[in-house]
């Protein structure tokens, strides 16, 4: 069963086109829910962590929430460079591994 | 500082062959995890050591995959008698090891077996 599903699975924007990602999670116990942002040929690059339902976190473009079923990231115009696959994944129970979704590639045109 | 970093950035092998992929941890981190990311997948975790220890070996796919960190600082990812379905980018993370601390990763070993 899927425990990290991530929508849509690619999204192209105009420049300073808004919009949002979506990662929902099935996992019992959440301990945090992280998400990354991964260029091609590189590893995943750290952008925040939320730990409970309500919370908010803001770098930049970016804004992440939290639901207790759901996160979303917003992008609020959004620039090329923001082009990139982001990643969700959640930490759950006595686990301190990462379950991650499979990403959103995100294009953003000029 | 240095992040995570990973040798060799890519390894091509041949089926049946045995490959040794290398992780250094950035200083001061006690806990290390292997991922490995299939093309189009999130990372899907193999192994993590805490200290020199393995804590949670539960994602490695079978006894062919084994991991090792003997001084508690640089891992080795061993895979015995390749196969082509083991071809994915292997990807090192390490962390301070206290509940939900960040995990920072390393640009990832690409190995392909032909």
């Known amino acids: 069963e899927d425990q990290v599903t991530q929508s849509p699975e690619a999204l192209r924007l105009q420049e300073g086109e808004s919009s949002s990602l979506n990662c929902s999670y099935t996992v019992s116990g959440l301990r945090g829910l992280f998400w990354y942002r991964q260029d091609p040929g590189k590893g995943p690059e750290f952008l925040f962590t939320?730990?409970?339902a309500g919370e908010e976190k803001e770098k930049e473009r970016l804004k992440a929430t939290l639901t207790k079923k759901e996160s979303f990231l917003h992008i609020t115009a959004p620039k090329p460079e923001d082009s990139a696959t982001y990643l969700c994944a959640v930490q759950y129970g006595g686990y301190n591994k990462l379950i991650f979704g499979a990403g959103t590639r995100l294009a953003v045109h000029p | 500082g240095a992040g995570v970093s990973q040798t060799p950035s890519n390894k091509v092998t041949e089926k049946g062959k045995y490959v040794e992929l290398r992780c250094d941890p950035i200083?001061?981190?006690?806990?290390l995890y292997w991922y490995r990311q299939s093309l189009g997948q999130g990372p899907e975790f193999l192994i993590y050591f805490q200290g020199t220890g393995a804590a949670d070996d539960s994602g490695l796919p079978n006894d062919r995959f084994f991991a090792v960190r003997p001084e508690g600082s640089v891992s080795t990812l061993k895979i015995q008698r390749t196969e082509r379905g083991d071809s994915a980018v292997y990807l090192c993370a390490s962390s301070f090891g206290t509940p939900t601390d960040t995990q920072y990763f390393g640009p990832g070993t690409r190995l392909t077996v032909l």
């Open positions: 200083s001061g981190h006690t806990a």
């Open positions: 939320l730990y409970s």
